[in-house]
């Protein structure tokens, strides 16, 4: 991401939370943006790519310490601040975006590349506790508002909200509600508050496009698996 906020530049993919997190952080600030999708990261990196990243060679909010660098330093700078006022509270806020960053996209991992039955029910062990964990902060700091951030969207809500697309492709997937009223019912209530927000509706990516495109990466990483084992 680059330029001042009337020519910012957004290099992003549209499976990758944290390029979600940074449209969203946009859409909510109401900042307008160029998107510059990069559509294939594992063949054919683009020349503004390597240039905007070369060291990595990634783009700039596919990784978790870019996208909270880029993502706060953003929220600083332009715009309406979604991080709170009080010192405190924003090193609160910090924590549990990182939080969600570490153990939530951590235990999906585990799922995803899981290669036997036990790995991948640890990671969807995982995926609960993270959830149960979400559901209780989300009692404390919100008292009884509807976000994270009290009566409008603040940090926490966008950091958590770059998964929300992939909460509902887990489900298709592999029938798992990580947000559940029955067991998180705050957080369930939460999502569905979160994607009917116009500002998360415009930047959201289609569910079955994520789903089609985590079953084609499965099914690639078995050929290469078989291949090796031949």
């Given amino acids: 991401m680059a330029g001042q906020s009337g020519d910012l530049k957004l290099l992003s993919s549209f499976a990758s939370p944290f390029s979600l997190r940074v449209k969203l952080a ?26 905007s990243n070369p060291v990595h060679k990634k783009v700039p909010c596919s990784s978790t310490t870019a996208s909270l660098y880029a993502m706060t330093r953003r929220l600083l700078t332009f715009g309406p601040s979604l991080l709170p006022s009080d010192p ?95 067991n ?11 994607c009917a927000l116009d500002a998360a509706k415009v930047v959201m990516p289609e569910v079955d496009k994520l789903v089609e495109l985590a079953k084609m990466r499965q099914a690639q990483a078995a050929a290469a698996a078989e291949a090796q084992g031949n």
């Fill in 184 to 194: 998180t019912p705050l957080l369930a209530a939460w999502l569905d508050r979160f």
């Fill in 26 to 51: 946009l859409s909510f600030k109401g900042l307008s943006y160029e998107n510059l999708e990069q559509k294939e990261l594992h063949t054919n990196k683009s020349e503004l790519l390597l240039k």
């Fill in 88 to 182: 405190y509270e924003r090193a609160v806020a910090r924590f549990w975006a990182a939080y969600i960053d570490e153990k939530l996209f951590s235990s999906w991992m585990i799922v995803f590349k899981g290669k036997t039955d036990e790995e991948k029910a640890e990671g969807t062990k995982q995926s609960f506790a993270v959830a149960a964990t979400l559901e209780g902060q989300l009692r404390e700091c919100s008292k009884g508002k509807p976000f994270f951030g009290g009566d409008s969207v603040g940090y926490v809500d966008v950091a958590l909200g770059g998964f929300v697309a992939w909460v509902h492709a887990i489900e298709k997937l592999y029938g798992l509600k990580l947000f559940d009223a029955a």
